[in-house]
């Protein structure tokens, strides 16, 4: 992710991520291409705080209500709420299906649950503003 966005090529956004990584640094690549994005997408991320206790460094997510998704993206009229995990044995928890269980009952959001693996819908989305349907591309359908 050296080389300026405006000089890379399709194949080389594929290299941005791989299904290895943490979710934290999932995430950094998503707010990056949101940085380049040309449509103005408006992002919402709650930032973690950074805490000493014991001489033990933790993270916290200062949030009102436990399990909100990690990203809230708007762009004219389409607003996306995505919950990131990494690759393998990540999934939501119980606090997390509730709200995208509740935020997928309004058929005007969209809601993903997206992995590494989801890369190319992510780039059509953000990139090209293409809408995805299907668990194939992350959508969240509602779970009990």
Do not use: C
Not at 8 to 22: F, N
């Amino acid at each position: 992710m050296n080389q300026p966005f405006n000089t890379v090529s399709v194949e080389q956004l594929h290299e941005w991520v791989d299904e290895s990584m943490s979710e934290a640094n999932f995430q950094r690549r998503i707010l990056a291409l949101l940085e380049h994005s040309p449509f103005e997408w408006k992002v919402y991320h709650a930032r973690t705080i950074r805490t000493f206790k014991k001489g033990r460094v933790s993270y916290l997510t200062p949030v009102t209500s436990k399990g909100f998704p990690d990203l809230v993206l708007a762009t004219n009229g389409r607003t996306i709420y995505a919950e990131l995990k990494r690759q393998k044995n990540a999934y939501a928890d119980k606090d997390q299906k509730k709200w995208l269980n509740m935020l997928t009952s309004n058929e005007a959001n969209e809601v993903y649950v997206w992995r590494p693996s989801h890369w190319q819908t992510i780039l059509d989305t953000i990139m090209f503003n293409e809408v995805k349907r299907g668990s194939d591309h992350g959508v969240w359908t509602i779970k009990t």
